[in-house]
Nanobody, 112 residues
Framework: QVQLVESGGGLVQPGGSLRLSCAASGFIFRIYSMGWYRQAPGKQRELVAD???????NYTDSVKGRFTISRDNAKNTGYLQMNSLKPEDTAVYYC??????WGQGTQVTVSS
């Protein structure tokens, strides 16, 4: 079955950290680019970071220096390490594998 399953979301205080995981199955993960997106209430879904099959990485400006995207092709898994979290990072986070395969999303809430 072709699918992506995210995990690792939760409630964290400002300044805290979380690591999201995206487990892929049913296809050859290593040959595709993947990305992390987020959608806050009342806002459009936005790209947070992406990584190509060759390891080229791109971040949206608001997370540069705080978030790190990575992938372990041997484990068919992508990651998003999120440090120095802020309340404005609160959103549902989704992973996506090109061209158009999405996970179900995981909630990240940053609040004291």
């Amino acid at each position: 079955q072709v699918q992506l399953v995210e995990s690792g979301g939760g409630l964290v205080q400002p300044g805290g950290s979380l690591r999201l995981s995206c487990a892929a199955s049913g296809f050859i993960f290593r040959i595709y680019s993947m990305g992390w997106y987020r959608q806050a209430p009342g806002k459009q879904r936005e790209l947070v970071a992406d990584i190509t099959s060759g390891g080229i990485i791109n971040y949206t400006d608001s997370v540069k220096g705080r978030f790190t995207i990575s992938r372990d092709n041997a484990k068919n898994t992508g990651y998003l390490q999120m440090n120095s979290l802020k309340p404005e990072d609160t959103a549902v986070y989704y992973c996506k594998v090109e061209p158009n395969l999405w996970g179900q999303g995981t909630q990240v809430t940053v609040s004291s």
